[in-house]
């Protein structure tokens, strides 16, 4: 019986430990995170980094058209442009010790396009 108890007790230490692990935020270096998620497709990112701290959407401003010398530039033959801005949180490092406070991945029409590290955000 003592083993069957010591097994259990061996079993529910690494699921422990296991779980504790998952929840861990992964950190990379700058290089290894514009290595890993350049070009990438919206989907890859939420796979390997989760749900973002925030997101916003990019939203043509009202008066637009008039700052581009008056000429409405939609001419309605062009595709429509999606543009997401997803933020992520102390996940990229600047140096051994310290990460940057904010993460911004910015996707046009599903695949990132920019990536930006910021600590005065």
């Not at 108890?5 to 950190?27: C, D, P, R």
């Not at 997803?86 to 010790?97: G, L, S």
């Amino acid at each position: 019986m003592s083993n069957v108890l010591m097994s259990g007790l061996i079993v529910g230490l690494l699921t422990a430990s296991t779980v504790f692990a998952a929840g861990a935020v992964k950190t990379y270096t700058e290089n290894e995170f514009l290595d890993k998620f350049s070009g990438k497709a919206k989907t890859v990112i939420f796979e390997k980094l989760g749900e973002p701290a925030k997101k916003e959407l990019s939203v043509k401003p009202t008066n637009a058209s008039a700052m581009v010398g008056g000429k409405d530039v939609d001419d309605g033959k062009s595709k429509k442009v999606k543009v997401e801005m997803w933020y992520y949180k102390n996940i990229v490092k600047y140096d051994p010790k310290h990460t940057y406070k904010e993460t911004e991945i910015t996707f046009v029409n599903d695949h990132v396009l920019n990536i930006a590290f910021f600590n005065n955000k």
